[in-house]
């Protein structure tokens, strides 16, 4: 339905992403919810079985192909209708009694909704995938000491792990939401033009209102609302949230690994096969294009996002929302899936440079130790302001007319009153100062395990 080009497919979507939003995915998603009703109307008498298996039997996209129920569209112009039609010419018996009492939108809704659980059993698993390759390199880092930075200057040390896992922590907040919006998500909408089942009642009889949907919604495998969601667009919104939001941070990632792969830095790269190009013009180029991409299919997923946000529809029904669900939810769903791909390749082959990290933190002779030296220094002077605002001098001396930090810290009588040369070096050592850096990186895997286990089960209750 969307992103057949060849040459670009795999950078917008994985192929089995993509194989969930076609348009004979989409018309069998709507033939699935058809083939339920007949199955329970035929059960409770309201059809005979023979047209009920006949009904079901039929309810595929051999013998109700896009092309038949586009042909009717372009005379018709409403696509139901011409699913109805199609239907009838080609099962002239038992397509008489095909849609009985059905409303358009309850099979837009719930067909879109099986299209989403199956994008969801794919994304899901991946989304853990993703996560466990970057607990991993946080963990295989997690001692792996580098300048942490602020406003892109050198800050304090961190390690790479602590940065990694930050991200791990983050991937893993966006499994909890797919999973709360999940629940919300897997319904069936069955309830007529008005929404509240005046057709069905009439058909199946009031006493049978409650066995006809429930019956439907197992057939289905979906959860039976508490009323009506047709115009409850909001847990379309909530979910394209989501996965912008998971776009966002893999965004996020991507620009990270293009900054510390500049040549300037060199303190991590993405995988490299030696017949790769990055260049038409320059051979010498190793660009990051790969987690860059994930910025822009960022850009793309928020704009999509957007466009589900408008849940006003007029009364009780409008046909407004359907063209941006149609077109943003499988967009959605296309650049997760590729980002989430790509991004766990790009981690699981990192290029971790690890003296090179070193060599930038020792860049001015352990600068980015002046923290410690400070707060050294306060502790035994008994004077906090004083020793920020006398190891700010010292440092911004360095910074701008050169200098080894050590030397010039040493050589100054104030600082001397109360720290030694000795002193000094231990609180000049960056591998000293990294605080619980590794303790956190140990609870992102921890957290990581106790979460695979709630959300596991949490996911095959609600999407199978």
């Known amino acids: 339905m969307i992103h057949a080009s060849l040459i670009y497919q795999n950078q917008f979507g994985t192929a089995a992403m993509r194989a969930v939003w076609t348009e004979p995915a989409m018309l069998q998603a709507w033939l699935d919810v ?108 997690r001692r792996t000491v580098m300048a942490g930075r602020s ?30 919006c999940a629940d919300r998500l897997m319904i069936l909408t069955l309830f007529g033009a008005m929404g509240v089942q005046s057709s069905y009642c009439l058909v199946v009889g009031d006493r049978n209102i409650k066995a006809f949907t429930r019956g439907v919604a197992d057939r289905l495998g979906l959860a039976v609302p508490a009323v009506c969601p047709h115009q409850r667009t909001d847990r379309f919104a909530e979910l394209g949230h989501v996965l912008a939001l998971i776009c966002s941070t893999l965004g996020r990632l991507g620009m990270e690994i293009r900054d510390l792969q500049r040549t300037e830095v060199a303190e991590a790269a993405e995988p490299w096969r030696a017949e790769q190009f990055s260049s038409s013009t320059l051979p010498q180029k190793q ?50 899936s590729a980002a989430i791909a790509e991004a766990t390749r790009i981690v699981s082959g990192l290029q971790v440079h690890e003296e090179r990290m070193w060599a930038n933190l020792m860049i001015g002779g352990g600068l980015t130790m002046a923290e410690s030296v400070m707060l050294g220094l306060a502790e035994k002077s008994g004077r906090k302001v004083w020793a920020h605002q006398r190891v700010h001098d010292i440092a911004i001396q360095v910074a701008t007319q050169g200098g080894e930090f050590i030397e010039l810290l040493a050589a100054d009588a104030e600082v001397a009153k109360f720290l030694s040369r000795k002193e000094l070096l231990q609180l000049l050592r960056p591998e000293h100062y990294i605080g619980t850096a590794v303790a956190q990186v140990d609870a992102v895997r921890a957290e990581s395990r106790r979460r695979r286990r709630v959300l596991s089960r949490r996911f095959n209750n609600a999407i199978g």
Do not use: M
């Not at 192909?65 to 696509?79: C, S």
């Not at 892109?152 to 709360?180: C, M, N, W, Y």
């Open 287 to 336: 660009n990051p294009e790969v987690s860059e991409w994930w910025q822009g299919l960022a850009r793309l997923a928020r704009g999509a996002s957007s466009a589900l946000t408008e849940v006003y529809q007029q009364h009780e029904r409008d046909i407004s929302r359907l063209a941006p669900e149609l077109h943003a939810i499988p967009n959605l769903f296309l650049y997760a």
């Open 151 to 180: 406003e892109g200057q050198q800050g304090a040390p961190i390690t790479f792990g602590h940065k990694i896992a930050v991200f791990a922590a983050e991937i893993g907040a966006h499994a909890d939401r797919l999973s709360e």
């Open 34 to 141: 058809e083939a339920a009703v007949a199955q329970v109307q035929g059960e409770l008498k309201v059809i005979s079985k023979a047209h009920a298996r006949a009904i079901a039997r039929n309810c595929n996209t051999r013998v109700i192909t896009p092309q038949a129920v586009a042909a009717i569209y372009r005379e018709t112009g409403h696509v139901i209708v011409s699913l109805i039609k199609a239907f009838r010419a080609a099962v002239p018996g038992a397509g008489e009694r095909f849609h009985l009492g059905v409303t358009t939108q309850d099979v837009l809704d719930t067909g879109l909704t099986l299209q989403i659980r199956q994008a969801l059993r794919l994304l899901v698993p991946s989304l853990f995938g993703l996560e466990d390759a970057l607990v991993e390199l946080a963990v295989r880092h």
